[in-house]
């Protein structure tokens, strides 16, 4: 768990490698309620690299 300018968050990742490709996957999990919530509470982040 992290704890960034008050707020509290879980974060789960999972990351692919392919011989021509690496794709990158997170999700954040929000720990707080009301004003301590993230703005990216609920997120799914995707980061995607080519390789040439």
Not at 7 to 22: D, E
Not at 39 to 44: C, D, F, G, I, Q
Request: aromatic letters at 14%; hydrophobic letters at 45%; charged letters at 15%.
């Amino acid at each position: 768990m992290k704890d960034a300018a008050n707020r509290r968050y879980f974060t789960l990742g999972a990351g692919f490698a392919y011989s021509f490709a690496t794709i990158n996957l997170s999700y954040i999990i929000p720990a707080g309620s009301g004003l301590t919530r993230s703005p990216l509470a609920n997120t799914l982040r995707v980061g995607v690299e080519l390789k040439f």
